[in-house]
C-alpha cells in the first residue's frame, strides 16, 4: 500500500511516524472505536462489543447507532472547551447519530412498508444526503455488508469525506473505510485476495491522502484490529442447548432462542462470547462446559473481567474467548432444516450474534447466483422476494478479530503524518492514547495535563 504507508514517511518540513497500535479487548468494531474516541477501556465507555444482550429489553441487539450508549466524554467535546467552535465530522464511524458532532454521514436504509430495504443515509445537516446523493449516488448499502461487499462501499465513503473538506473544512474529520474487512474474512489474510483488497483500497485512499496533504491537514491513519486465520468454528450455543442450558420456542416450524427461559446463552461476536447466565448458581457449570469446548481458550469470570477490561454491567456473566485460529458461531438449533429463515439471509439486526458468513454466497447451492439474480430481478420490479444465499456451513470463514493478538504483528497500526507537536513518538500506542493524540496535534496539550471530568454521556 505505497500510497498509506507515504503517511508515516518524511514529507519537507514534516516528520512521520508509524507505530503498533494495542487494541482494547474485544478487539471488534465497535469497542475499539469507542475506546479511540472516549481514551476509555470498554468497562468504562460500556460498548462491550458490537451488540450485547439487553436485559431491560430481553433482546439481542447489534450494531446499534444511537451515541449515547457510548458513555464517557469524546474527544470533541475535550477540544471544545479548549477550543470554542471546534468543528468535527463523522463520515461512516459508529454511534454515529445523536453524537455532537458537527457533520454526520451513516448508513441508514430505507424500510418500506412491505418488508425490502433500499440503499439511503442518514447526515447532518440534512441536505448533505442529497448533495452526497447527486455527487455520488445513493450510499452503496448492498456493497457495505453482505455477499456483495466490495470496495464500491469505501470508495463512496472516501469520495463523501472529500465533499465534506472541501465544502465545510472541520478540524477533525474522522472517516471509517470497511473495506479490508470482507475479503480478510472470506479467504483469510495471507490469500491472494487479501493482498488485491489491500492495493485496492491503497487506490481508493489515494486522492484523499493528496487532498489532506493540499489542505495541510494532519493524517492519522489506523486499524481497529488484526485479522488472522481461523478454521474453526465453535458452536457454543448448540453445546449450551445440548446440555439442556439453552431453550429455544418453535413457530412455523422454526426454531428462535428464548433468552427468557434459557439458563445460559451466548452471544456470539468473532472470537469472543459473552455468556449470559441468570442464576448464578449455573455459573460453575456453564464455565467448565464452555472451557471443555475445542477452540475455546479461556473464561473470564470477575476477576478476569476485571483484568480484561470489559467488567460492564452489559457484559455476560462469563466471557469466552477463543484460542487464535477458533471463532464463535451464533447457530443455536441443532438440524439445519429447523434454522430460521433469517439465518440463511443478510439480517444484522435479527440475528443473536454475529455471522461472518453473511459476506458469503453458499458454495453448497449450485444455482445461488442465478437465485440471488432472480430474487434481485423480483425486487426491481416491486415484488418481495427473499434473497436466501447465505451458508449455514461456518467452516467457510477464514479470517477473524476479537481476541488480543499474541503477535503484536498480528494486531492494527498506528501512522502519524506529522508528529512535530508530539513531545515524544512511541514504537507502540494504547487504543486509549488516541485522544491524547489527537488534542495534541490539534495544537493543544494533552488529557493527562487538562483531565476531563468522568462523565457519562447524555448526563
Known amino acids: 500500500m505505497p500510497h498509506l504507508r507515504a503517511v508515516a514517511e518524511p514529507d519537507g518540513d514534516t516528520q512521520g511516524h508509524g507505530a503498533q497500535l494495542e487494541p482494547v479487548f474485544p478487539a471488534v468494531t465497535c469497542s475499539v472505536q469507542a475506546s479511540l474516541l472516549t481514551g476509555l477501556p470498554p468497562s468504562r465507555h460500556g460498548i462491550v462489543g458490537n451488540g450485547w444482550y ?3 429489553l430481553g433482546e439481542v441487539l ?4 444511537h451515541n449515547l450508549l457510548v458513555e464517557g466524554e469524546k474527544v470533541w467535546d475535550t477540544a471544545r472547551r479548549r477550543h470554542p467552535g471546534y468543528r468535527v465530522a463523522n463520515i461512516c464511524w459508529w454511534y454515529a447519530m ?3 458532532t458537527n457533520i454526520t454521514v451513516t448508513p441508514r436504509p430505507v424500510y418500506h412498508a412491505d418488508g425490502h430495504k433500499s440503499p439511503d443515509c442518514y447526515t447532518v445537516p440534512p441536505g448533505l444526503r442529497d448533495e452526497l446523493t447527486d455527487a455520488l449516488g445513493p450510499f ?4 457495505y455488508w453482505g455477499p456483495r461487499a466490495s470496495i464500491a462501499s469505501s470508495r463512496w465513503i472516501a469520495r463523501a469525506t472529500e465533499h465534506v473538506i472541501r465544502t465545510a473544512a472541520p478540524d477533525l474529520t474522522l472517516a471509517y473505510l470497511p473495506h479490508l474487512d470482507y475479503d480478510l474474512q472470506r479467504f483469510g489474510p495471507a490469500a491472494p485476495q487479501a493482498a488485491a483488497a489491500a492495493r485496492a483500497l491503497d487506490t481508493v485512499l489515494a486522492p484523499l491522502l493528496h487532498l489532506a496533504r493540499e489542505h495541510g491537514t494532519t493524517v492519522v491513519a489506523l486499524s481497529e484490529y488484526g485479522i488472522t486465520a481461523v478454521d474453526h468454528p465453535v458452536h457454543i450455543n448448540r453445546a449450551l442447548r445440548a446440555a439442556g442450558l439453552l431453550t429455544v420456542y418453535t413457530q412455523a416450524g422454526m426454531e428462535y432462542l428464548d433468552p427468557y427461559t434459557s439458563r445460559a446463552f ?5 472470537q469472543v462470547a459473552h455468556l449470559y447466565v441468570p442464576d448464578p448458581a449455573d455459573l460453575p457449570r456453564v464455565a467448565e462446559l464452555v472451557r471443555a469446548l475445542p477452540g475455546v481458550e479461556r473464561v473470564l469470570d470477575s476477576a478476569g473481567k476485571a483484568a480484561y477490561g470489559i467488567d460492564h454491567a452489559r457484559t455476560g456473566e462469563l466471557v469466552a474467548v477463543a484460542t487464535t485460529n477458533a471463532w464463535f458461531t451464533y447457530y443455536y438449533w441443532l438440524d439445519d432444516t429447523r434454522a430460521p429463515d433469517f439465518a440463511r439471509c443478510v439480517e444484522i439486526h435479527r440475528k443473536p450474534g454475529y455471522d461472518p458468513a453473511e459476506l458469503l454466497l453458499d458454495p453448497a447451492d449450485r444455482l445461488v447466483r442465478l437465485r440471488a439474480a432472480a430474487a434481485l430481478a423480483r425486487r426491481r420490479l416491486g415484488l418481495r422476494s427473499t434473497l436466501s444465499v447465505v451458508p449455514l456451513d461456518a467452516t467457510h470463514v477464514c479470517g477473524s478479530h476479537g481476541r488480543l493478538p499474541d503477535d503484536p504483528d498480528d494486531g492494527p497500526v498506528l501512522l502519524l503524518s506529522d508528529t512535530t507537536r508530539l513531545p515524544r513518538v512511541q514504537p507502540r500506542y494504547a487504543a486509549t492514547d488516541l485522544p491524547d493524540l489527537l488534542l495534541r496535534l490539534a495544537g493543544g496539550t494533552g488529557r493527562e495535563e ?10
Open 54 to 56: 439487553f436485559r431491560d
Open 266 to 270: 451466548a452471544v456470539a461476536d468473532h
Open 98 to 100: 445523536g453524537a455532537g
Open 62 to 65: 447489534l450494531w446499534r447507532q
Open 450 to 459: 487538562h483531565p476531563a471530568p468522568r462523565v457519562r454521556s447524555g448526563t
Open 140 to 143: 452503496p448499502l448492498f456493497d
